[in-house]
T-cell receptor, first 111, second 115 residues
Framework: SQQGEEDPQALSIQEGENATMNCSYK?????LQWYRQNSGRGLVHLIL?????REKHSGRLRVTLDTSKKSSSLLITASRAADTASYFC???????????FGQGTTLQVKP | ETGVTQSPTHLIKTRGQQVTLRCSSQ?????VSWYQQALGQGPQFIFQ???????GRGNFPPRFSGLQFPNYSSELNVNALELDDSALYLC??????????????FGPGTRLLVL
């Protein structure tokens, strides 16, 4: 079963714009992770945020976590065509790497 | 590249057959998790192996089974294949340091088609 829902399901923007994806989940978590997947290939880990953290940055990525609302957001700033991919949030309730993924957001960045 | 490899890359089977998928974990990693990703969906956790023992299982029937070897590579076996087993199968490795939340390193996946 899927833990969370991601919003929007699909997003299309122009190169240079910012992209924001949201993730909501249902149960308590230990950490939340964001992954990228290109064309049905393997997942690439982007960022991990722990339940006691509220915001984290990595390059052009900014992730927020609101445990009271059971939600997270991923912001990609100054998007590039190479950012075109599917993005998934995944929660880890027990800190053991048994991840529960959302349905994903498909991002298209037009050059 | 994550250092996690999977074989084969693609596979076609018929309903009722059995399949074995293989995964070599990243060097130094002792934990392997397997996921099933149906088309257009997020990955679903099948099970995890830690130091050769099953360490948790998702909502999958017993015909999905696995092994982990002393070198921490792993196999996923699926018996009595059904059409709905058609999916991308992903393995992920990590090093269970305990209590710190570990990044999962995913392989490229094996795409299974059941006819």
């Amino acid at each position: 079963s899927q833990q969370g829902e991601e919003d929007p399901q699909a997003l299309s923007i122009q190169e240079g714009e910012n992209a924001t994806m949201n993730c909501s989940y249902k149960t308590s978590i230990n950490n939340l992770q964001w992954y990228r997947q290109n064309s049905g290939r393997g997942l690439v880990h982007l960022i991990l945020i722990r339940s006691n953290e509220r915001e984290k940055h990595s390059g052009r990525l900014r992730v927020t976590l609101d445990t009271s609302k059971k939600s997270s957001s991923l912001l990609i700033t100054a998007s590039r065509a190479a950012d075109t991919a599917s993005y998934f949030c995944a929660t880890d309730a027990s800190n053991t790497g048994k991840l529960i993924f959302g349905q994903g957001t498909t991002l298209q960045v037009k050059p | 590249e994550t250092g996690v490899t999977q074989s084969p890359t693609h596979l076609i089977k018929t309903r009722g057959q059995q399949v074995t998928l293989r995964c070599s974990s990243q060097s130094g990693h002792n934990t392997v998790s397997w996921y099933q990703q149906a088309l257009g969906q997020g990955p679903q956790f099948i099970f995890q192996y830690y130091r050769e023992e099953e360490n948790g299982r998702g909502n999958f029937p017993p015909r999905f089974s696995g092994l982990q070897f002393p070198n921490y590579s792993s196999e996923l076996n699926v018996n009595a294949l059904e059409l709905d087993d058609s999916a991308l199968y992903l393995c992920a490795s990590s090093s269970q340091a305990g209590g710190l939340g570990e990044t999962q390193y995913f392989g490229p996946g094996t795409r299974l088609l059941v006819l």
